[in-house]
């Protein structure tokens, strides 16, 4: 003690200094600013990357599903019946040769008959469908003693080029003025009209404009090339033919047939497409089965998942939120009641319920309400679950009993104090819910339990099981509906994971 007083002694008395000299001592602010619960979540959230990635996927995809369904030029109404199961096509990109958005379908065997069939579609129209010749193969016969040798190919085609021509009726004023629209753009859409005499009565094949023999086979000349036989029988002619005219054609050729009070001619449908709708048919994810383009359909058949599992997710937190504070909150007798309550709702299968409900209710309230009222009967479940166990949690706490000695009420003690604490719990449930109800009702509308198409136009589940039983013809038809709706599933999930870690009360405040 002595030593200590003698080195006190030993330091000069001016460097003795008080710190608080006749001043009043109080709280100082802090020098940074203070940092709310959603601030701090948020921070922690975007050192998820992972998550933060599965956001701006996200976020394309609702995009996707809003914008689309606006600005895409072919609409969901506009059905084809012609360019049905076809394959992405653009048509810039096809010339490129890249082999991609190219319309192409593979062909097995094909035979010389079918070669020169393909090769006249693509004289005449000035479409070549041939894409690529993949393989040639040739086998040996023997026909009046001697070897026959047969070339087959395995080819791809262009599914757009390869409709070629086809027969349409059209009124006498129709007819005109497809001619005037010739015209102007200087597109052919009207070919020569083909007897069926001078293809061996072939009548039902208009591609066939050519000398063939009774099996179909072309007769090229001997140069080998093709042998027109358009018509210039002029006594058959449907109406008069005042517009441009193929090449080779010295004004005798015939246009059209009489047909019923109409005229029936040979149109190049490609051409005739442009005509009609006013753009050309090029489709960037293809059709399905019912001749839908699948780049809108994709968007208005996801805006509806979006728009409905929102909703049912909202439903289910309120109701879930009130069930669950209940029950967590008074316990006891309550809690014991309304959990075997719980029970009893939870026992019935979603799929009965719905198939139920879409059979009795439906024609009440209608399909979607029918269809909403069931995942509203059982999907509320999980949420007060939650709820409850999180109350449970609180209830106990400090606060809570500082808050009950001011005299809270038990409303404000459940809503004001108790349920903010377990917030983040119920917002990374709710995020989770909705990939949960996307895939529920993609599985309802895919197994055809609930057809919602004449309200909302289409569904993913419903996109989905019109391509089924094309998958193997016209996979892509499955496989764009499924790439949005996988990508869509495990973003939710993986955003739903990062709000999870973010929301984690253990990890407030910690930075690294």
């Not at 400090?398 to 377990?422: C, Q």
């Amino acid at each position: 003690m002595e030593k200590k007083t003698q080195d006190l002694e030993r330091i000069p008395k001016e460097k003795f200094e008080f710190a608080q000299l006749d001043e009043a001592i109080h709280d100082k602010k802090f020098d940074t600013k203070t940092r709310g619960f959603f601030a701090d979540a948020m921070i922690r959230f975007r050192k998820n990357q992972s998550s933060v990635i599965a956001a701006y996927i996200i976020a394309l995809l609702v995009l996707y599903a809003i914008i689309v369904p606006i600005i895409a030029p072919i609409k969901m109404d506009n059905k084809d019946k012609v360019f049905i199961n076809t394959p992405p096509f653009i048509r810039a990109i096809a010339e490129k040769g890249w082999g991609i958005f190219d319309g192409a379908v593979v062909h097995e065997s094909q035979n010389e008959t079918q070669m020169n069939y393909w090769r006249g579609i693509g004289i005449e129209t000035g479409y070549d469908p041939v894409v690529e010749i993949l393989g040639t193969s040739e086998t040996v016969s023997r026909y009046r003693g001697k070897d026959k040798i047969s070339y087959f190919y395995k080819m791809s085609t262009n599914r757009y080029y390869d409709t070629g021509v086809v027969y349409r009726v059209f009124s006498y004023n129709e007819f005109q003025n497809i001619q005037d629209w010739q015209n102007e753009t200087g597109i052919q859409v009207i070919y020569p009209y083909v007897e069926p005499e001078s293809i061996n009565g072939i009548n039902d094949n208009p591609n066939i404009w050519y000398e063939v023999d009774s099996k179909g086979a072309a007769q090229l000349d001997k140069d080998g090339n093709f042998v027109p036989v358009y018509s210039t029988n002029a006594a058959i002619e449907g109406a008069p033919y005042n517009s441009i005219r193929i090449a080779g054609d010295d004004g005798s050729y015939i246009y059209s047939v009489r047909k019923s009070g109409s005229v029936q001619a040979r149109v190049c449908y490609y051409n005739y497409y442009t005509y009609v709708n006013g753009y050309e048919p090029m489709y960037i994810l293809g059709t399905n089965s019912m001749g839908e383009d699948l780049f809108c359909a994709i968007g208005v058949g996801a805006r509806f998942s979006l728009i409905f599992a929102i909703l049912v997710s909202a439903i289910n937190l309120t109701i879930g939120a009130i069930y669950g504070a209940i029950q967590g909150y008074y316990g006891g007798a309550v809690d014991m009641v309304l959990d075997r309550f719980a029970d009893l709702c939870s026992g019935i299968p979603m799929i009965v319920v719905t198939v139920l409900f879409q059979l009795h209710l439906a024609a009440k309230v209608g399909t979607i309400g029918a269809f909403l009222f069931a995942f509203v009967m059982t999907g509320w479940i999980g949420m007060s679950a939650l709820v409850r166990k999180q109350f449970y949690r609180f209830k106990s706490q400090e606060f809570v009993y500082a808050a009950r000695t001011l005299g809270a009420s038990d409303k404000r003690l459940m809503f004001k104090h108790i349920f903010p604490n377990a917030i983040g719990t119920i917002i990374t449930s709710c995020a989770l819910v909705i990939p949960s109800v996307i895939l529920s009702e993609t599985t309802m509308t895919y197994l055809g339990i609930v057809n919602i198409s004449d309200f909302a136009g289409s569904s993913i589940g419903t996109l989905l099981s019109k391509a089924q039983s094309a998958m193997t013809t016209s996979p892509h038809a499955m496989l764009y509906p499924s790439i949005y709706f996988a990508l869509l599933l495990i973003c939710f999930n993986l955003f739903g994971n990062g709000l999870r870690d973010a929301f984690n009360p253990t990890t407030r405040g910690v930075e690294d």
